[in-house]
C-alpha cells in the first residue's frame, strides 16, 4: 500500500492520467508522499500538462473514483506559485510520467 492509498486507487489514477495526452507527468505530494499522513488525509496530485489552455478533465475524473480519499488535484501552469512548486519538488513522488 504507497502513500497509504490501496494499488487499486492508484492504478485507476495512472489509467485516467495516461488516457489524457495532454498530462506530461504527475507527482503525489503533501503528507502522502512525506508519509506524515493521516488515515482520511487527502491525496494531493500536481499534474504538469503541455497546454494548460486546453479544457482538462482530470481533477474531475480522479474526483469520481469511487473511494474514501478526497483528492486536491492541482493542475501546474506558470501562475502556480514558486512554494507550491518547491513543495512538489521536494516531497512529490512520480506516479506518471508520458512516454516519449
Not at 12 to 26: F, G, P, Q, R, Y
Not at 27 to 35: E, K, L, V
Not at 57 to 76: L, Q, S
Amino acid at each position: 500500500m504507497m502513500f497509504g492509498v490501496n494499488s487499486k486507487i492508484l492504478d485507476e489514477i495512472v489509467c485516467i492520467l495516461s488516457k489524457d495526452t495532454n498530462v506530461e507527468s504527475a507527482y503525489i505530494f503533501g503528507s502522502r508522499a512525506r508519509g506524515d499522513f493521516k488515515e482520511y488525509s487527502d491525496i494531493d496530485i500536481a499534474v504538469f500538462i503541455e497546454d494548460p489552455n486546453k479544457r482538462n478533465m482530470i481533477a474531475v475524473d480522479i474526483n469520481e473514483i469511487n473511494c474514501i480519499y478526497k483528492f486536491d488535484i492541482v493542475i501546474i501552469k506558470e501562475s502556480t506559485s514558486r512554494e507550491l512548486l518547491d513543495n512538489i519538488k521536494k516531497d512529490g513522488v512520480k506516479i506518471y510520467q508520458r512516454p516519449f
